[in-house]
């Protein structure tokens, strides 16, 4: 197919056309488009087989929203830091995709061999409320309605991770430390270490990556008690829940700084 479109006057008809066919091109076919200059005509050519459409992608940095601890919890049940080992963070177009769904966008392939541990409460007013995890990642541009934090199971497999300095010590590679120091344990079964950030925790119900553009995804990872019961008593145990958000990186932000928190 050879549409020859001849100088009529309405150059502006032209440009227009050449524009919808070149946004078509990436879907199903390959447009070519010659000019003449001395005659004004516009060749157009169709081939196929469909082209290597490049994606626009946009760029996100890791924040961690710190909350502050339990000031009106007794003492006793006062945490004083919960530190939690990641060892990836991804993210989901779909809001319902379950963990062997395909296309997860990882965001830290890096934390697969050295985990991020990160600590989660502002115990103190002179520490900083938010924290770099030192991460950026390049996404497609588009609408992701899913996170998806992995943490590190205990016991750490040290064989082939490395947490470098681990601020749990003896406690494994997630820990709950109270006022006294004692750092206790944060267990999770073999099919709950993995938090789920979905639809509903989002701001604004997903995250939107803009074309070129960098933004903060931030993320609020909040330890809150729950009760079991046992045959013989009852047993208050910490469970993280989490929101996410997405914000746009002011100009004069300076970038990360890679490291452990």
């Known amino acids: 197919m050879r549409p020859v479109f001849r100088n009529s006057g309405n150059l502006r008809l032209h440009v227009l056309l050449v524009f919808a066919l070149w946004f078509s091109g990436c879907n199903n076919s390959c447009f ?73 966008q990882e965001l830290a392939p890096q934390l697969a061999k050295q985990p991020l541990q990160v600590d989660l409460v502002r115990n103190t007013a002179a520490q900083e409320t938010r924290e770099s995890l030192g991460i950026m990642a390049a996404l497609p541009a588009g609408t992701y309605g899913q996170i998806r934090i992995r943490f590190e199971a205990n016991p750490l497999a040290t ?71 046992s045959a013989n008593n009852f047993g208050l145990h910490p469970v993280l829940i989490a929101t996410a958000w997405l914000e746009p990186v002011a100009h004069d932000e300076s970038p990360p700084q890679a490291g452990v928190l």
Do not use: Y
Request: aromatic content about 4%; glycine content about 6%.
């Open 159 to 229: 064989e082939d991770r490395d947490l470098n300095e681990n601020a749990c010590g003896n406690a494994g590679p997630n820990c709950v430390v109270m006022p006294d120091g004692t750092a206790t344990p944060l267990l999770f079964a073999a099919a709950s270490a993995v938090l789920h950030i979905t639809a509903e925790r989002i701001s604004g119900g997903s995250l939107l990556v803009v074309p070129d553009m960098e933004s903060n995804l931030v993320v609020e990872v909040k330890p809150v008690w729950t009760l079991s019961a």
């Open 32 to 104: 070519t488009f010659t000019s003449n200059s001395s005659t004004g005509a516009i060749n157009i050519s169709v081939n196929d087989p469909q082209p290597a459409c490049a994606k626009a992608t946009g760029v996100v940095r890791l924040v961690l929203q710190r909350v502050s601890s339990c000031s009106s919890c007794p003492g006793s049940s006062r945490f004083q830091h919960v530190i939690v080992s990641i060892r990836g963070i991804d993210v989901h177009e779909s809001s319902t995709a379950d963990d062997d769904s395909p296309d997860w």
